[in-house]
């Protein structure tokens, strides 16, 4: 679940990018193995952080997001259209972790709990990539 919701929030939300495939791949897998597996052992997300964590990602996408990126440029159409689409990804994805915290389905809270963690990680540190560069 993780996987999942991850890629589709980082399609449209954008972020980070590295400069080489084989640091792109290497921290990729990372990612793939240790979030799923710091969700299983270690992570339980309660309601207040649930809130906070969502209205923080809302608020950095809405402010921020989509980013353009040396290494994936966005046209201003394509801006436009993945504003909107990862608009809707995250309100989507927001009515199924309040759904499932009310079920207490923990497991998929937390794996799309770490999905807004790690995406907005990736957009605030291509953020200051940017600034730096300027």
């Not at 689409?85 to 709990?113: D, P, Y």
Request: charged share 15%.
């Amino acid at each position: 679940m993780f996987f999942f919701s991850f890629v589709w929030l980082r399609r449209y939300l954008g972020g980070f990018h590295f400069n080489n495939s084989f640091c792109c791949n290497f921290f990729s897998l990372l990612l793939i193995i240790l979030v799923p597996i710091s969700i299983k052992y270690f992570l339980t997300i309660d309601w207040i952080s649930l809130i906070i964590i969502c209205a923080l990602s809302l608020t950095l996408f809405l402010i921020i997001g989509p980013l353009d990126h040396p290494n994936k440029k966005i046209t201003k159409n394509e801006k436009t259209v993945f504003k909107k689409k990862g608009f809707i990804i995250e309100i989507f994805f927001l009515i199924i972790l309040l759904i499932c915290k009310f079920f207490n389905f923990n497991i998929i809270v937390n794996s799309i709990c770490m999905s807004f963690i790690c995406s907005s990680i990736s957009q605030v540190i291509a953020l200051i990539k940017i600034f730096r560069e300027q």
